[in-house]
């Protein structure tokens, strides 16, 4: 082989090369595209079950606040009650 064909050779062999990087890249960048839009995909299914847990949260705290106020008031009563009761049985007017 004479120096032309050498370099014909190397020129050849360095433009397969960045053929087959620039295929590579390629191939790859679809692949994580596809890999993230997977993904994203799961994690929007993982934010609806978060949503529905925020409600059934919600929905036991509205009732959590709903018996808490219930007991407030029976308490409320219940202390006026005994209050008045003491009044009667010790006859402290006040």
Known sequence: MNEAQVWAMIVGTIAVFFTLAGLITSWFTRLLKAEMASLHARFEGIDHRFEGIDQQFESFRAE?????????????HLDRDVQALTKRVFHRPE
């Open 64 to 76: 959590v606040s709903a018996k808490l106020e219930t007991t407030n008031t029976k308490l409320t």
